[in-house]
């Protein structure tokens, strides 16, 4: 092996041993991880809605929690991330809740959060 093709190795080698910890996720504590961190659904007008006409089918392990899982301790995921499906299910072809009518009033509070920019809280 000449000098060059030494450096080289002793080179990739470190760049291999400094990337290590970024691949590396099992030394991340989920407790303390701020990046993993969810955020709660909590919005005083909308949430109620969720809880009373989706939670029965929607929830964790409910009948129909595959088609879209309700979770309220996990905004990000489950409202924000399937805003425009719920909104389309809700409002527009007004299939869920299914089974069941949302009266006009709310649906113009389920209105008024989703314009609202549909916030956590
Ligand atoms: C009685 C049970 C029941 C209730 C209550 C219910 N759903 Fe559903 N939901 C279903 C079923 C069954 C499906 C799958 C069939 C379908 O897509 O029409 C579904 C599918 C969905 C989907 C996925 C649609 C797609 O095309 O991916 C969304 C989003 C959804 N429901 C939202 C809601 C919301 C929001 C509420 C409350 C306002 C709600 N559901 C209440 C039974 C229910």
């Given at each position: 092996?000449?000098?060059?093709?030494?450096?080289?190795?002793?080179?990739?080698?470190?760049?291999?041993?400094?990337?290590?910890?970024?691949?590396?996720?099992?030394?991340?504590?989920?407790?303390?991880?701020?990046?993993?961190?969810?955020?709660?659904?909590?919005?005083?007008?909308?949430?109620?809605?969720?809880?009373?006409?989706?939670?029965?089918?929607?929830?964790?392990?409910k009948s129909n929690y595959r088609d879209w899982l309700y979770d309220?301790?996990?905004?990000?995921?489950?409202?924000?991330?399937?805003?425009?499906?719920?909104?389309?299910?809700?409002y527009v072809k007004k299939s869920m809740p299914e089974g069941t009518?949302?009266?006009?009033?709310?649906?113009?509070?389920?209105?008024?959060?989703?314009?609202?920019?549909?916030?956590?809280?």
């Amino acid at each position: 092996m000449n000098r060059l093709s030494r450096q080289m190795l002793v080179c990739l080698s470190l760049v291999g041993v400094s990337l290590l910890p970024a691949c590396s996720t099992s030394s991340v504590d989920p407790a303390t991880d701020t990046s993993t961190t969810k955020v709660a659904f909590e919005h005083a007008t909308a949430k109620p809605i969720f809880d009373t006409y989706c939670a029965s089918c929607h929830a964790s392990g409910k009948s129909n929690y595959r088609d879209w899982l309700y979770d309220p301790t996990d905004y990000t995921t489950t409202i924000k991330g399937k805003i425009s499906t719920i909104y389309n299910e809700v409002y527009v072809k007004k299939s869920m809740p299914e089974g069941t009518k949302l009266s006009t009033t709310e649906l113009a509070v389920f209105k008024a959060w989703y314009d609202a920019g549909y916030p956590a809280k």
